[in-house]
């Protein structure tokens, strides 16, 4: 049974409704309490009627389990992460949340989340936006970086709500800063023409490869590490993408399933990539057979001088030094991903075929994450089309 007590307040008139939910293991009676307001102006009966109400429908949701928002946000987190996280997210994922989740419970973690209102999460936004900077370079943080504190706050929430400890997630009407108009950085034709040459006269076999695919492949670094020789038709020219090697403090280097589900696809790719890969594996086999005993076979592409899988920060190290040693540009090795997505939507290849070849989930996250060049490919077949029609004549009459 509900009941309620008046609480002093200055304007209107406040009461906190308490419903008993039984005693727990020690003996101790369990309560559940909520505060509600009524404006001035509201008369003595049109109260009651309303109070009685409201208990109503808090004892209703107490018994009903749906009411548990009394445990604030840090506490809520915690138990999403120790619940939820260990078997329904990737590796990867969890520790991404771990690295911003410490920084978000400084700003809301000490709030119940039954209090956790729109503008409260709101607030938090505005605030990193305008106060937090990136711990590497010092710059605000990016529309990126703000959109993903945001996604963290809202899985949480969301799990709160699945768990019927509250009932909305605040998170959905969150105003977020408009996307950053950045160019991003990747080679140019000719600039990827010199890497490959460089690369072909000076490279070892595996970098050879391990770029060759990068640029022609558009693998994701942890998709190439995850590369089995098995994994690999030389007579079709295919290769199979199937499995993820990735690295966690936590777990050292571990094998997981690919990104997303469309993640996992199969490619036909143009047969120098396997000439290079043909020369490499007869370079890695001279290798094993030097190495004898000491030699892990697990059939990995990508290994170390024993045979065990690279590791996932290998390439990058590499080529960084070689970009240095050549006078470079360096952009990192996800950047050759971005040169394959470009060099195909410049060729005229239809936005499914692009999507499916980079394994992204869904189609609109191909157009969400390459719009300029899209939109700059558009311009040219459009200008393709005028000029197949004599209409780019500058001496043509005017209408």
């Known amino acids: 049974m509900a009941s309620s007590r008046e609480l002093p307040v200055k304007n209107g ?28 102006g509201m008369t003595d009966k049109q109260i009651q009627k309303e109070l009685k109400r409201k208990e109503v429908l808090f004892e209703e949701e107490c018994k009903s389990g749906i009411y548990g928002g009394n445990i604030t946000f840090a506490e809520l987190s915690k138990r999403y992460f120790d619940e939820y996280m260990p078997t329904c997210a990737k590796e ?16 809301i973690g000490n709030i119940k989340i039954e209090k956790l209102t729109i503008r409260r999460i709101q607030a938090f936004i505005n605030d990193i936006r305008d106060n937090r900077t990136n711990k590497h370079t010092g710059d605000k943080l990016s529309s990126e970086s703000i959109k993903y504190y945001h996604t963290v706050i809202s899985s949480i929430l969301g799990y709160a709500v ?23 950085q990747i080679y140019t034709r000719s600039e990827t023409e010199e890497f490959l040459q460089l690369l072909d006269g000076e490279a070892p076999a595996k970098y050879r490869a391990f770029f060759y695919l990068a640029i022609l492949g558009g ?19 295919i290769i199979k993408i199937c499995r993820t090697s990735n690295y966690s403090p936590d777990k050292g280097q571990y094998t997981d399933t690919p990104k997303t589900k469309k993640s996992e696809r199969v490619l036909t790719l143009p047969a120098i990539v396997f000439q290079v890969l043909r020369q490499y594996r007869a370079e890695q086999n001279n290798l094993r057979f030097a190495s004898g005993d000491r030699w892990i076979n697990e059939d990995w592409v990508f290994t170390k001088e024993n045979g065990t899988v690279m590791s996932n920060s290998t390439p990058r190290q590499w080529l960084k030094k070689f970009c240095t040693a050549h006078s470079l540009p360096y952009y990192g090795v996800h950047s050759f991903r971005h040169l394959n997505a470009t060099l195909l939507i410049e060729s005229g290849t239809d936005i499914k075929t692009v999507s499916a070849s980079l394994g992204h989930s869904n189609v609109t996250t191909t157009l969400n994450t390459y719009t300029h060049e899209i939109a700059e490919a558009q311009a040219k077949a459009s200008d393709a089309i005028a000029d197949a029609l004599h209409l780019n004549n500058s001496n043509r009459k005017q209408a």
Request: with cysteine.
């Open 219 to 237: 693998f994701r670094n942890a998709e190439l590490l995850g590369l089995k020789w098995q994994d690999i038709d030389f007579q079709d020219r």
């Open 92 to 107: 990867t994922t969890r520790l991404r949340y771990r690295e911003i989740i410490k920084e978000i419970n400084e700003g």
């Open 162 to 184: 699945k768990q019927q400890l509250i009932k909305n997630n605040p998170c959905r009407n969150i105003m977020l800063p408009k996307p950053d108009k950045k160019e991003r």
């Open 13 to 40: 008139r406040s009461f906190q409704i308490t419903v008993s939910m039984g005693y727990g293991a020690d003996g101790k009676q369990k309560t559940r309490r909520k505060t509600v307001h009524f404006p001035d």
